[in-house]
C-alpha cells in the first residue's frame, strides 16, 4: 500500500534550512516532522521510515499516534540511530524520550548523533493491510522537554530536598551486607510519609536521573524532581529542577560565582547546604567558605535546617546563617532537607525536616517556580495538617512570603493550621518582636508593626521548647 506524508515540497525546504541553521549552533529550538502511512505486509519497508538528525541536537521526542480499534490494529514503536538500535516499545506506549543521559522505558540514552535514524513501526497484526499510523517527531538542540504534572490546581505541597541513593553515598546496612540505597526505596519512604515530592540530590552526578525517570513511571502520586548536590572544597549546593548535567570542578579559572552561574544557567533552583558547619576531614567542604555578595547572589535559597545535623538545644545554626544573611542584604529562601544517606541506621529521616511550597500545580516546573518565588515555609516533621501562610498589608497592598512592599504602617497576618495551642513569634530582622498564642487548629493572628527600609519579618511556630514551623520572609524595600 502507497505511504502518505504530510510533507509538501515548500515544508521540505523548509525543514532543510531549519536542518542547516540547528546544525550551526543556531539558539534553541525545535524541528517537527509529522509521517503518515500504513504498514503493508507485502512490502516491509513501510514499516522503516527515515529522519534526518543534524548537529547539535540535544533530544529526540517521538509520538505515535497509532490507531487502535479493530478496523485499525495498534502499531509498535522502535527507533534506530546511526550506531544501532535505541530502542522498542510494544503498542500502546505512544511517547519515546532520548537524550544524553535520560531516555523512555525500553529506550538507551546516549549521544544524539546526527545523521540517517529511523522510526520502526510494526502492526500487531501484520498480515492486516489497515494498520496505520501517524508519527511526530521532534528534534530539539535545547534540553526542553515538558515535564509530567502529577496534579492540577494550585496549592501547598511539601517534600524533601535532599536525599542521597547509592548512585553516590547512600548506602544502608543490612544482614550481612552493606547494600545502596535505591530510588525505589527513597520513594516508597516519602510515600508513606504522605510527601508530595522528593528531590533525589546525589553528588556530583548525574547517574541517578534515569532511575528517577523510570521509578516516576510507578509513581504517580509523588514527584520526583531531578536534583543534585554539587561538592565542592569550598562548599556544598542543591541544584533542583536540572535539565543537563555541568562540571562539578572549581579552579583558578572557575571561581564559585562562575561555577554557580553555570549550573544555574538551565532554570535550576540552587540553594547552599549546611553552610554552618564545619569543613573537616569528616566531611570536605560541608561548610560554606564565600560569603562575598556576588557569591551569595548566584543562588536562590539556603538549607536552614539539615535532618542529618540536628541540634539538641532546640535552636537552629542554620537559621541563625540565614538570618545573618538576610540582614546584610541577601534575599535568599530558607528551606530544609533531611539528608538521608542511610534510610535503616542513619539517624536522619525522610521528610525530617520537609520543604513545603505554593506552586501552580505538582510538576518540576511548577515546584521550581514555587521555591525561586519564596511562598515556602519548612516543617520540622511530617505533618500535613501543619501550614503557616505569612502576608503583610500596607492599605489596599497584600503581599505574601518572598515578595517586597513598601515602608510604613503594615500589618502582618499568619495564617496558621494544625497548631493549636502552640506559641507564633514574630521576627524582624531575626530578632522576636512579639508573641502570640495560637487559640484553635485553623487561626489567623495578627501584628502590626511600623515597617523601615530593610527590615524584613517572619514567623516561627514553636511547642514548648522545639520549632514546628518556620515561615519565610517578607521584605520591606523603598521601591517594592
Not at 543521559?101 to 529511523?118: D, F, K, V
Not at 511526530?136 to 504534572?149: C, E, F, H, Y
Not at 515578595?403 to 510604613?408: D, R, T
Request: hydrophobic share 40%; glycine share 12%; net charge negative.
Amino acid at each position: 500500500m502507497r505511504v502518505s506524508f504530510r510533507i509538501t515540497p515548500l515544508a521540505i525546504t523548509f525543514i532543510f534550512v531549519a536542518l542547516l541553521s540547528v546544525g550551526r549552533g543556531a539558539p534553541a529550538g525545535t524541528i517537527a516532522l509529522t509521517l503518515t502511512g500504513a504498514i503493508s505486509s507485502r512490502d516491509p519497508s513501510s514499516a522503516d521510515r527515515e529522519f534526518i538528525v543534524p548537529e547539535g541536537i540535544a533530544e529526540i521526542d517521538v509520538d505515535c499516534a497509532c490507531a487502535d480499534d479493530q478496523s485499525n490494529p495498534p502499531v509498535d514503536l522502535g527507533i534506530r540511530g546511526p550506531a544501532g538500535i535505541r530502542g522498542w516499545s510494544p503498542s500502546g506506549n505512544d511517547h519515546v524520550h532520548i537524550d544524553r543521559i535520560s531516555a523512555s522505558y525500553g529506550y538507551l540514552p546516549g549521544p544524539i548523533e546526527p545523521g540517517r535514524w529511523h522510526v520502526m513501526l510494526g502492526a500487531v497484526e501484520p498480515s492486516d493491510p489497515h494498520a496505520t499510523y501517524t508519527v511526530t517527531i521532534k528534534l530539539s538542540n535545547g534540553l526542553d522537554a515538558p515535564r509530567q504534572v502529577l496534579r492540577s490546581g494550585p496549592g501547598w505541597f511539601a517534600g524533601d530536598l535532599h536525599v542521597h541513593s547509592g548512585h553516590s553515598d547512600g548506602y544502608q546496612d543490612g544482614e550481612g551486607h552493606h547494600a545502596p540505597v535505591l530510588v525505589r526505596d527513597l520513594v516508597a519512604l516519602a510515600e508513606k510519609a504522605h510527601l508530595d515530592f522528593l528531590a533525589v540530590t546525589d553528588h556530583n552526578t548525574a547517574s541517578h536521573w534515569i532511575d528517577v525517570d523510570r521509578t516516576q513511571a510507578a509513581a504517580p502520586d509523588l514527584l520526583l524532581l531531578h536534583g543534585r548536590e554539587v561538592t565542592t572544597a569550598r562548599g556544598h549546593f542543591n541544584a533542583v529542577g536540572e535539565r543537563r548535567f555541568t562540571d562539578y570542578r572549581l579552579n583558578f579559572g572557575l571561581p564559585m560565582p562562575s561555577l554557580l552561574s553555570d549550573v544555574g544557567s538551565d532554570g535550576s533552583f540552587l540553594s547552599i547546604n549546611h553552610p554552618w558547619l564545619k569543613s573537616d576531614a569528616w566531611c570536605a567542604g560541608c561548610g560554606w567558605a564565600d560569603r562575598d555578595p556576588k557569591t551569595i547572589g548566584s543562588v536562590a535559597g539556603v538549607e536552614v535546617v539539615n535532618g542529618s545535623t540536628p541540634t539538641s538545644d532546640g535552636e537552629s545554626p542554620g537559621w541563625i546563617w540565614w538570618a545573618d544573611a538576610l540582614n546584610a542584604g541577601a534575599r535568599l529562601v530558607a528551606v530544609g532537607g533531611s539528608d538521608v544517606h542511610d534510610p535503616r541506621g542513619g539517624g536522619a529521616r525522610l521528610g525530617y525536616p520537609s520543604t513545603v511550597v505554593w506552586a501552580s500545580d505538582l510538576s518540576e516546573p511548577a515546584i521550581v517556580a514555587g521555591l525561586k518565588a519564596g511562598r515556602v515555609f519548612l516543617r520540622s516533621r511530617v505533618d500535613p495538617r501543619a501550614i503557616v501562610d505569612l502576608s503583610a498589608t500596607n492599605g489596599s497592598v497584600l503581599v505574601h512570603m518572598g515578595e517586597h512592599i513598601a515602608p510604613g504602617v503594615l500589618t502582618l497576618s499568619a495564617h496558621i493550621t494544625g497548631a493549636d495551642g502552640q506559641e507564633c513569634r514574630w521576627i524582624r530582622r531575626g530578632a522576636i518582636i512579639g508573641s502570640t498564642h495560637i487559640p484553635s487548629d485553623d487561626a489567623v493572628v495578627t501584628l502590626p508593626v511600623e515597617a523601615a527600609p530593610h527590615d524584613w519579618f517572619s514567623v516561627v511556630v514553636r511547642d514548648g521548647g522545639a520549632w514546628r514551623l518556620i515561615s519565610n520572609a517578607i521584605y520591606v524595600d523603598l521601591r517594592p
